[in-house]
Nanobody, 121 residues
Framework: EVQLVESGGGLVQAGGSLRLSCAASGFTFADYAIGWFRQAPGKEREGLSCISNSDGSTTYVDSVKGRFTISSDNAKNTVYLQMNSLKADDTAVYYC??????????????WGQGTQVTVSS
């Protein structure tokens, strides 16, 4: 069974940093691309970043480029999202999701339960 578990969320002041983790199990980690998404109250879910575990390629949405960094530890089956220079607008529930294959493009079929990030201004 594919399982993704996020952790690392919390309350942080504007300008601060958090590192989210996405621990994966139940599948061959190197065969998947893992993405980070977020959803704020009253807003649509937004794709933030993705990493291909097969070749390490990454993508970012413009709103987080230069502030967020995605990385993967294949030995630990874990993907991280380092978030720096956080803003109040970054407040949301953050989810990781997986899709089989090397590409970050396309639908993600497996989702974690989410972790709350709250940035106080």
């Amino acid at each position: 069974e594919v399982q993704l578990v996020e952790s690392g969320g919390g309350l942080v002041q504007a300008g601060g940093s958090l590192r989210l983790s996405c621990a994966a199990s139940g599948f061959t980690f190197a065969d998947y691309a893992i993405g980070w998404f977020r959803q704020a109250p009253g807003k649509e879910r937004e794709g933030l970043s993705c990493i291909s575990n097969s070749d390490g390629s990454t993508t970012y949405v413009d709103s987080v480029k230069g502030r967020f960094t995605i990385s993967s530890d294949n030995a630990k089956n874990t993907v991280y999202l380092q978030m720096n220079s956080l803003k109040a607008d970054d407040t949301a529930v953050y989810y990781c999701a997986g899709r089989r294959g090397p590409s970050c493009h396309g639908g993600f079929g497996s989702w974690g339960q989410g972790t709350q990030v709250t940035v106080s201004s």
